[in-house]
Structure formats: C-alpha cells, structure tokens
C-alpha cells in the first residue's frame, strides 16, 4: 500500500486540489445586481387586462396576472421607477380661511339675484293689493276731475284685470256681479243695449266694433271669453271697447261723455268689489 503521509509531494498535491475548489467556487458566486426588475409598463402584455381568474389573480395578496407577461422587463435602481411612475405634484389645500372666504364669495353672488327675486314678489303683491283694495280705490275715484281722459287712465293705471288664484274657476260669478253692479249705475242705459241701427244709422258708419253690456253677459253666459285671468282680461277689454267707441262717437264734450266719464271711473273699485264679494262667498 502506497503512504500518501510518507510521500514527499502530497502536500502539494492537496493544496493545488484545495486552490481549484476554491477558484471553481469563487466564479459560482458572481456580484449581485443592484436594483429591481420592473414591468415595462408599454409592451402588449402590459397593456393586457387581468384575467381576474388565474392562480395569481386570485392569489391573497394579489399578484400580476400570468397572462400579463412583459417582453421587456427592466431592472432599475431601489426608487428610480417610484419617482418616474408617480410624479410628484404639489398641491395646496385649502385653509379654514380661503374655505370661509369661498363662501363669503358665493354668498355675495347670489345675494343680488335673491334681493331682485324679492323685490320683485314684493312689487307683485303690492300690485295685487292695489288691484283689489276697494277703499284705495274708492279714494282715487273721488279725486277724479270728470274728464273722460282721467277716467281711462285711472282704469287702464293697473293693466287688465286677472283673478287671485283662488277665484280662477270663479270668473262667470265674478263677471256677473261686475256687470250687474255697473248696469245699475247706468241710470240712463247709455251702454246697456245696442244702438238701435234704425233710430241711430250713422253710428255705424263711424264705429266698426261696437259692444254694450247685454252683449257682454251673453258672451259670459255662453262661456266666450274663457277662464281664469285670461277671461278677466278680456271682460277688461270689452269694457274698455264700450267707453272708447262713445267717446269716438260722441267726442270730449256733452252730457253723454260726462255720464260715460262718470261710470268708467267707477268700474276699477266696482271689480275689487265684486272680489270681495266673491272671495266671502268660498
């Protein structure tokens, strides 16, 4: 048996083994790369959507869906792909202040529009009230100095007459008490009949549109003039029709425009009343 102990090169021989081992080993184990490998974000695979049904899919926690395999896949250093996905914004929020402030702003904004809506309501119901104020009226009917052209501005003053929303389906009771009422005042049926075409031919010849009162209770009886505010309005302008033609006819001066003077003035004071009327009988 050959002893390796006595062997004057052995030792040689096992070291130059031993520095072998050691280089083999050494170039096993090269340098670790710094960084991560990251998904480029850009290739088809990327751009894929999740399966939502894989082993990874479902996986707790979640991971990239094995369908979404990237064909370009860089390695990045620790933050670098952090800093170039998420780009970093600066954004200011707001204090207490500027929110308070923001509010004070809107406030101001709307407050014209909201002060115009009011005056506008409150210019509306002053009007009403006007309209269907029998004493105010009545004062304003006193202090009238006969003419014809006073009257007609004390009534047309207002604009044509309409109905509070609670009367709108009273208009045919309300325009029979308002017809009734002045045709007791017309004490000498100026305006309560047609003009007799025999006695009074030329009357005719100058007026193309006549209207009386009889003619107005048949329009409201038959249902002609409507409804509601709309009625009222035009009840208004038959009314007008009825002194405006006896004054193209009969002209400023004379006992028939002073009489029709007379009860032209009273017809705004007699409307309220017949709402009055009208309204205590709900």
């Known amino acids: 048996m050959f002893n390796f102990a006595s062997c004057p090169c052995s030792g040689t021989i096992i070291n130059v ?35 939502k049904k894989c082993k990874n899919c479902t996986a707790q926690p979640k991971k990239r869906c094995v369908h979404r395999k990237c064909t370009d ?15 970093r914004i600066k954004i ?5 202040g500027d929110s308070k402030k923001k509010a004070a702003d809107e406030i101001s904004k709307e407050e014209p529009a909201r002060k115009k809506a009011r005056r506008s309501l409150a210019s509306d119901e002053e009007e009403m009230e006007e309209t269907f104020d029998v004493e105010k009226l009545k004062a304003e009917e006193t202090e009238l100095d006969g003419t014809f052209d006073d009257a007609r501005n004390h009534y047309t003053s207002r604009g044509p007459w309409y109905l509070p929303p609670k009367l709108a389906s009273k208009f045919k009771q309300l325009a029979q008490i308002v017809l009734s009422n002045i045709s007791k005042a017309d004490q000498f049926d100026l305006f309560d009949v047609p003009v007799d075409k025999t006695e009074l031919p030329e009357y005719y010849e100058v007026i193309s549109n006549p209207m009386d009162f009889s ?16 009625a009222a309005s035009k009840l208004y302008e038959d009314f007008l029709l009825v002194f405006d033609n006896c004054r193209e006819f009969n002209g400023d001066a004379g006992e028939v425009i002073d009489e029709a003077s007379s009860l032209f003035g009273m017809l705004p004071t007699i409307f309220a009343q017949a709402v009055e009327e009208v309204t205590r009988q709900l």
Not at 73 to 87: F, L, T
């Open 92 to 96: 200011k929020l707001p204090s207490e």
């Open 17 to 51: 083994v031993a520095e072998k081992k050691r280089g083999k080993k050494a170039a096993a184990t090269p340098e670790k790369p710094k960084g991560k490998l990251v998904a480029c974000g850009e290739c088809s695979g990327c751009k894929k959507k999740s399966c």
């Open 73 to 87: 896949i860089r390695r990045v250093e620790e933050g670098e792909d952090e800093q170039k996905s998420k780009p």
């Open 215 to 230: 003619t107005m209770r048949s329009n409201v009886d038959k249902g002609k003039y409507g409804k509601g505010s709309d």
